[in-house]
């Protein structure tokens, strides 16, 4: 059976969209996995929240330090790999007991998340036909990422409910991982962008991109982004536990309402932006973030157990966009490794803002410091996204690489 480019394009998508939730699984359940693991090994905030920590440490160290795999390996063994180490540390969580094993697992895993989403992350620039294209494909990859982390958080609960510990979970993942190793050798993949004969080789390529002060704009916004997103899957729920106010109910599944209007709001922005600017759409939903952690911060919890998850709906459209933007600023021989740079600035947010969150909240008693900090971070975002909006930075780059970059797709080859 012949099948053609076009349809090729779509099964390879439907791979990345499927590679995406199947992650998110494990990483977006740690917010309802943390408070069984304080309780389980009589830890504090800060300790426990290793749980997110190490994952996002594996994941910052991998695509910086090897996000060029997927320009000099090609996307396609780099998907395998990174997805093959994934699947390896998750299914040895079945013989683990101790909270330290987890921790190293977690990190391991995490690094092969970076692996191979810095890989998916260049496929999809080279499977599309414009910088508009792509930041549409990037908020459906992202809604299928949500659809995972509502999933990952459901099986959790059932698996307590039915009295299976939470482990089982990445377990899980592990399983589903294989089918997808199986399915990415498989799949044809195109030929990736030709590297320049003097384009430097590997780490340094990545580093030099440092001085690129896109690379640095957009990776000082994604970081933003990922803080404010942190204080609600990690800390919310343990701000609201034990809360016993009229929306109680609201407060029991926060994290789960936040993940179904991320989610939601991710494929409507697909939506968004094949009809309207970016940077306005990013400036509006940085607006609504901000919004809403203000009345989180300043009101009490019943408050925030309906401001918090309803932020979700705003943030959904930030991240895909951001980075997708921020990717779409270079040409394509560079996507793998300005993919792995943006991921690792990700990443490091990811670590530092809860940990400080953490720190802050254990420091003074009482969890809502963590709202504090998380508000601050979202105005910084939402002034970055004003100043984009006003300047408009980005669109003679843009242009720039729509024009020599983004072509029509040709046929693929078997890699």
Sequence with gaps: MTVSPRQNTRLLKLLTYLMFAMFAMTTDSVGVIIPRVIEQFSLGMTVGGAFQYATMSGISIAALALGFLADQL???WTIIAGLIL??????????????????????ISGVGIGVFKAGALALIGDISSSTREHAATMNTVEGFFGI????????????????????????????LCGVLVVAASMAKYPKPPARKVDQEPRLRQTLGLLRDPFALAFGLALMLYVAAEAAVYVWAPTY??????DLAWFALYVVSIFFVLRAAGRFLGAWLLSRFGWSVVVALSAGGVLACFLVSAIGPRGVGAIALPLSGLFMSVLYPTINSKGISCFPKSQHGAIAGLLLFFTCASAVLAPLAMGALSDAMGDAKFSLYLATAFSAALAVLAVVNVVLEPTRARLAERDSEDYLPAEALTER
């Design 148 to 175: 995972g982390a509502i999933i990952g958080p459901a099986i959790v609960a059932w698996l307590l409910a039915s009295g299976a510990e939470w482990k089982w979970l990445y377990v899980i993942a592990a399983m």
């Design 74 to 76: 090609g996307r396609k």
């Design 86 to 107: 994934f699947g390896a540390s998750s299914a040895l969580f079945a013989v683990g007991h101790d909270f330290l094993f987890f921790v190293g697992l977690l990190f």
């Design 240 to 245: 609201l536990s034990g809360y016993e106010g």
